[in-house]
Structure formats: structure tokens, C-alpha cells
């Protein structure tokens, strides 16, 4: 059988996600608390997958990992409440033999912005240059033979007592691509760039700007969905609430 895992991460006390020789990072400590409670014996024989490689420093409250087993989902959720303080894992869903998670329905983040003397005007009206089809070749780390083209679904704009709050909807994003947009929204709310800067890059790829790259430990993978409903543990919601405020505490 195959399941797809919902967990959460603390970012910032690892090195990256992806396994690496000699560093601490989410995957393997991941793979090693699934092999401990006997989901299954490898990576490699479960084939295990992953929805999203966050960067490092870049926390998660809903990503998606799938693998064979011999569990049943009851029995995998059953085991769920055995976690740390740096992964929560707590919910699950019995998928097809051929499930991969990358190709989810839609990728939501959340960057946590300090609160600074900007104007919220300008950076919604920044926001919304960015949603659309565009060429991000100006505002991502473009990898070789990856397509700059992308589909960028929403991102919304809210304040509270110590941030601004942006949240950004879209099936696949690129390396670096919410960090750039955030630098650029962060400047055009301090006046330091104009919106028709924005529009220029954005309609002019081969013109090579570098609008910088914001922070990662504010950014947060915050859900990964697909055409179907997971199973989750009890009071998941309030639990993923105090992770994701323990997260942010860190930089207030």
C-alpha cells in the first residue's frame, strides 16, 4: 500500500531538507523517525518521495511525503503522536500505487515580513504586478533547462501588530522565487523601487535586474494540497497553531 504523509518542520534547526553527507537536515531526520516506528526498512525500497525541497532556514506546517508500507493508514495514524518539537507529522491518506507528491493541485507560503514603516498601498499594488503568467526570470535562481514561465495564483497582503503577512498560491514555484517577489514588494513599500520597475522586469527577462533576496527563516511552506482529504490526528489544527507561532517567536 501507498500513502501520502502531512508533516511540519522546524527550518531552522537543520541543515536544508535534502539528505546531505555529514548534515543535519529534515529528510533525513524524517526517513530516520519512519524507519524507528516501522512505516518501512528504506528510502529506497518504500519509495519515498517528497512534495517540496525547502531551502535552508525555510520551515514548513503542511508538507507532503508519500511511501509503500505494510500499515494500513489506521495503523499510521495511530503512531502519529510520537513526534518532536522540530517535526510534527499528523495526518495521512491512502493514495494510488503511482502517486507522486510533486505534482500537487496548488503550493501555498507564507513569508512573515517585520513590521517597518511601508506603504501597504504600494506593496498591494506591487502583489498584484506579480500574479499571473509571467517570465520570473528576474525574480527566481533559475536552474538549468528549468522553464522561467509561471502561473502565480494569488498572493495577499495582511497586517498584524508586528507583521506584514504575505501569502502566495500556486501550483509549482522556482528557486528563490518567493524570497525575490518579497524583496521587490518589501522595496516598493519603502519607495526604494516604483511599480513600473516591477512591470519592466517582469516584461523584459533578458534585461538582467537583481532586486536581492529576502530572508529564509520568515518563510513558511504552509500547505500542499491535491483532489483529496487527509486523515488527520486529534487537535491537529491547534497543535500546528503553537508550532508554527513557536517558529515565528524566533523573529519577532
Given at each position: 500500500m501507498r500513502v501520502a504523509l502531512k508533516f511540519a518542520?522546524?527550518?531552522?534547526?537543520?541543515?536544508?531538507?535534502?539528505?546531505?553527507?555529514?548534515q543535519r537536515t529534515v529528510e533525513q531526520a524524517l526517513l530516520d523517525i519512519l524507519v524507528h516506528q516501522g512505516f518501512f526498512e528504506d528510502a529506497k525500497t518504500s519509495c519515498f518521495r517528497t512534495a517540496s525541497r525547502t531551502d535552508r532556514g525555510v520551515s514548513a506546517l503542511g508538507n507532503v511525503c508519500a511511501f509503500?508500507?505494510?500499515?494500513?493508514?489506521?495503523?499510521?495514524?495511530?503512531?502519529?503522536?510520537?513526534?518532536?518539537s522540530e517535526l510534527f507529522l499528523y495526518g495521512v491518506h491512502e493514495v494510488t500505487s503511482d502517486f507522486y507528491p510533486?505534482?500537487?493541485?496548488?503550493r501555498q507560503y507564507r513569508y512573515y515580513l517585520l513590521k517597518q514603516q511601508l506603504d501597504v498601498d504600494m506593496m498591494l499594488s506591487a502583489?498584484?504586478?506579480f500574479t499571473g503568467e509571467h517570465n520570473f526570470q528576474n525574480f527566481a535562481r533559475i536552474e538549468p533547462l528549468k522553464n522561467p514561465v509561471r502561473v502565480l495564483d494569488n498572493i495577499t497582503v495582511t497586517e498584524t501588530k508586528e507583521f506584514f503577512i504575505l501569502d502566495f498560491y500556486a501550483?509549482?514555484?522556482?528557486?528563490?522565487?518567493?524570497?525575490r517577489i518579497v524583496s521587490a514588494i518589501q522595496k516598493a513599500g519603502a519607495g526604494t523601487l516604483s511599480l513600473e520597475e516591477i512591470r519592466h522586469a517582469l516584461s523584459h527577462p533578458e534585461k538582467k535586474v537583481d532586486y536581492q533576496v529576502a530572508a529564509s527563516e520568515p518563510l513558511f511552506l504552509t500547505d500542499v494540497t491535491y483532489d483529496f482529504s487527509f486523515e488527520y490526528i486529534k487537535d491537529y489544527k491547534k497543535?500546528?497553531?503553537?508550532?508554527?507561532?513557536?517558529?515565528?517567536?524566533?523573529?519577532?
Open positions: 518542520y522546524n527550518g531552522r534547526n537543520f541543515s536544508g531538507y535534502a539528505r546531505q553527507p555529514g509503500d508500507t505494510m500499515l494500513s493508514s489506521r495503523e499510521i495514524l495511530g503512531r502519529l503522536s510520537k513526534n518532536t510533486r505534482h500537487a493541485r496548488q502583489a498584484e504586478l501550483q509549482t514555484f522556482l528557486w528563490n522565487q518567493i524570497r497543535k500546528l497553531l503553537r508550532f508554527e507561532k513557536t517558529i515565528v517567536s524566533f523573529f519577532c
